[in-house]
T-cell receptor, first 117, second 113 residues
Framework: GAVVSQHPSRVICKSGTSVKIECRSLDFQATTMFWYRQFPKQSLMLMATSNEGSKATYEQGVEKDKFLINHASLTLSTLTVTSAHPEDSSFYIC?????????????FGPGTRLTVL | LAKTTQPISMDSYEGQEVNITCSHNNIATNDYITWYQQFPSQGPRFIIQGYKTKVTNEVASLFIPADRKSSTLSLPRVSLSDTAVYYCLVGDMISGGYNKLIFGAGTRLAVHP
């Protein structure tokens, strides 16, 4: 399957600081990238969807000013958690969708564990 | 967006075949069915994707009846390392754009020695 990377894999920060997470599709051009969040023992929750060069579309209840998404190229998207607080501690997973043949396939990164102290 | 329903959990033993069924009664014409596997603290891993009838790869088989309102993921001869959460997702994989995949609760599979 296709490879999607995330960096960093784990980050610990102080309350009030901002954290940037990078997501890269390594071997295909992603038409669309997605950001999910997952709390312990729960399923993945979609936060936002973005296309390269366009503003992200956020799911209901997700603050766009807090979770800044930049989709700079067909292989790179970043999520910045601004003024992080302990309740933002979670597992953040990005996903990249690309066309293979007649259909798209969506691949996921390994995730980033964010802990806010 | 099609909703999916899966069993919350399943148990099996090493060497057995495991079939996980997913219901998606409101599946749309352009919707494909995709299954993912997730281990703790890892991102979901793509297993298989299909539209109708049967799809097989080196890992699993996916059976989809003619009405497409359900699908069954078949894992042959499971091992302990197949213990994971399995997600069935339904979404438009043709039209491109902002079509998104929404996760349900998934099926927690436990494989016992």
């Amino acid at each position: 399957g296709a490879v999607v990377s995330q960096h960093p894999s784990r980050v610990i920060c102080k309350s009030g600081t901002s954290v940037k997470i990078e997501c890269r599709s390594l071997d295909f051009q992603a038409t669309t990238m997605f950001w999910y969040r997952q709390f312990p023992k729960q399923s993945l929750m979609l936060m936002a969807t973005s296309n390269e060069g366009s503003k992200a579309t956020y799911e209901q209840g997700v603050e766009k000013d807090k979770f800044l998404i930049n989709h700079a190229s067909l292989t790179l998207s970043t999520l910045t958690v601004t003024s992080a607080h302990p309740e933002d501690s979670s597992f953040y997973i990005c996903s990249a969708r690309g066309r293979r043949g007649v259909t798209d396939t969506q691949y996921f990164g390994p995730g980033t564990r964010l802990t806010v102290l | 967006l099609a909703k999916t329903t899966q069993p919350i959990s399943m148990d099996s033993y090493e060497g057995q075949e495991v079939n996980i069924t997913c219901s998606h009664n409101n599946i749309a014409t352009n919707d494909y069915i995709t299954w993912y596997q997730q281990f703790p603290s890892q991102g979901p891993r793509f297993i298989i994707q299909g539209y109708k009838t049967k799809v097989t790869n080196e890992v699993a088989s996916l059976f989809i009846p003619a009405d497409r309102k359900s699908s069954t993921l078949s894992l042959p001869r499971v091992s302990l390392s197949d213990t994971a959460v399995y997600y069935c997702l339904v979404g438009d994989m043709i039209s491109g754009g902002y079509n998104k995949l929404i996760f349900g609760a998934g099926t927690r599979l436990a494989v016992h020695p």
